[in-house]
């Protein structure tokens, strides 16, 4: 399997690794849960789990950094100002990251994002940010409203434009109408042990809702009461959907 390493800069000066894998098929930019690196997702056995496409190449996989320490988990910060430092992650992710991957995977390669946890927040976030790079988002077990993690202090723009739970509400006239054409969610959640804890089996059915009053192109698939928080129900999650979008 081909694999490497890179460390960007985007234009701003934030930095950061992204650890690729495959040699051709579409991308995948992929985010970590809280606090992890490029490489939690192959530690934590995410790559291998889909390494029988990566080796057919039908799908390259971008695993980026987080940058959640200095912003949606400095829980010494106001929330506002954690989505305020938050721009420097989208700067770094769009001046950055997709620059890179469109040089390794082809201009033309239009590129899917994926996350579990907190990185499905990204995941889904940045999709409907950019819809025109990232026309499709598999997110597992993922809690989309910021506004229910750890939090206090005031709530303005930079929370709003970041919080999929409020903005997708009130989606409407032409950018509705080319969302509708352009984007398709994936949400996978399991029904297990602390997916009522981290909020994100509720967060996974009001945002399917949402998606659905709206008329975005979606797919709701929860698994059973059997099914963790955890790594092991990520991985055959992942294994399990993927074929199906490369």
Request: aromatic share 12%.
């Amino acid at each position: 399997m081909r694999h490497y390493a890179a460390d960007l800069w985007s234009p701003a000066g934030a930095h950061g690794t992204v650890a690729a894998y495959g040699h051709y098929g579409r991308p995948v930019l992929m985010f970590p849960t809280e606090y992890g690196s490029a490489r939690q997702l192959a530690d934590r056995g995410m790559v291998s789990a889909v390494g029988d496409l990566i080796d057919a190449g039908r799908v390259k996989l971008y695993c980026v950094d987080s940058f959640d320490a200095g912003t949606w988990s400095a829980t010494d910060l106001p929330l506002e100002e954690r989505a305020r430092r938050h721009g420097a992650y989208e700067s770094w992710i769009l001046d950055a990251v997709v620059p890179h991957v469109r040089a390794d995977s082809g201009d033309a390669a239009e590129i899917m994002t994926a996350g579990c946890s907190m990185g499905a927040f990204h995941a889904l976030n940045f999709a409907f940010k950019r819809a025109d790079l990232f026309p499709l988002a598999l997110c597992f077990s993922g809690n989309y409203d910021p506004t229910t993690w750890r939090r206090w202090g005031e709530q303005g723009d930079a929370v709003y434009f970041n919080n999929p739970a409020a903005y997708v509400a009130n989606l409407h006239g032409d950018h509705l109408e080319w969302l509708r054409s352009r984007l398709s969610i994936l949400l996978v959640c399991g029904q297990g042990q602390w997916e009522d804890t981290t909020g994100s089996l509720e967060s996974t059915r009001r945002m399917a809702q949402l998606l659905a009053a709206k008329g975005v192109r979606h797919e709701l698939d929860l698994w059973g009461y059997d099914i963790p928080h955890d790594w092991p129900s990520w991985r055959a999650q992942l294994a399990h959907h993927l074929p199906r979008f490369c």
